[in-house]
């Protein structure tokens, strides 16, 4: 069992910028892939950010140029550094890692962070 523990949503004006961290409970060297997703009000769980073993980071259409997906696995932490918020940013931000063995993958999730941006 891998333990995600995610900090860093909050409150920001719109055009305010703000740091999700993910730590793991385990290495996320090893991990086949990680990454970031938000679910606001009303809406299904859609994918912001992720980055798959020896991949480039690929980034939702309504977020690239402002997110940055990023690791620290010295910290076995992931972060996600959103810019220019505005506020259709508004979601749970949910942290995700995926570990395989020979027999099969298992996604872990964080518990979810709250972003609102408004004014």
């Known amino acids: 069992q891998v333990q995600l523990v995610e900090s860093g949503g909050g409150l920001v004006q719109p055009g305010g910028s703000l740091r999700l961290s993910c730590a793991a409970s385990?290495?996320?060297?090893?991990?086949?892939?990680m990454g970031w997703y938000r679910q606001a009000p009303g809406k299904e769980r859609d994918l912001v950010a992720a980055?798959?073993?020896?991949?480039?980071?690929n980034y939702a259409d309504s977020v690239k140029g402002r997110f940055t997906i990023s690791r620290d696995n010295a910290k076995n932490t992931m972060y996600l550094q959103m810019i220019s918020l505005k506020p259709e940013d508004t979601a749970v931000y949910y942290c995700?890692?995926?570990?395989?063995?020979?027999?099969?993958?298992?996604?872990?999730w964080g518990q979810g962070t709250q972003v609102t941006v408004s004014s």
């Open positions: 995700y890692f995926q570990y395989c063995k020979p027999a099969g993958c298992n996604n872990y």
């Open positions: 385990r290495s996320i060297a090893i991990s086949n892939a």
């Open positions: 980055i798959t073993r020896g991949g480039s980071p």
